[in-house]
């Protein structure tokens, strides 16, 4: 499954690619879609935010730049370097602010949140019903004291 096609990513380059830059490419689109769908969220190809492809066709055409991951070119007198690659040279990957973007649009935003607990046999403030909130989207967990519980 890939959040991007092969097509829209061939109009991010400016080269015409050839037979095996077309296999490489496309496992460069699968390879990002993976990546994005683990540092954002799996959504469905058809539901992906826009700026989800986005990051994905970046991160594939910044892979299909440079497949083999050099960070300094010489070519007569003139060096090029990359020093902004690191360990991720040579493979498909996302930047610092790329992944933050996904963890942002998969709704796992950092921080710190306070949670109200408290200890067993001991009595639950007033107002919160006995339930605590749950994060996987189903229903409340009950959580009662001997005097309120259901048993």
């Not at 097509?7 to 496309?26: S, T, V």
């Amino acid at each position: 499954m890939a959040y991007a096609t092969l097509d829209e990513l061939k109009g991010r380059l400016d080269w015409d690619l050839d037979e095996d830059e077309l296999r490489i490419a496309q496992a460069a689109l699968e390879d990002a879609s993976d990546l994005a769908a683990e540092y954002g969220r799996d959504w469905p190809a058809d539901k992906a935010p826009r700026l989800v492809k986005t990051l994905v066709l970046k991160a594939a055409a910044r892979y299909l730049r440079n497949p083999g991951g050099y960070t300094q070119s010489r070519a007569g007198d003139e060096t090029l370097a990359w020093s902004d690659i690191g360990r991720d040279a040579g493979t498909v990957y996302f930047t610092r602010e790329e992944i933050r973007l996904l963890a942002e649009l998969g709704g796992r935003k950092p921080g710190l949140s306070s949670v109200a607990v408290s200890a067993w046999d001991s009595k639950i403030r007033p107002g919160t019903g006995g339930f605590v909130p749950v994060d996987y989207g189903g229903d409340r967990f009950p959580l009662f004291s001997d005097d309120r519980g259901p048993w």
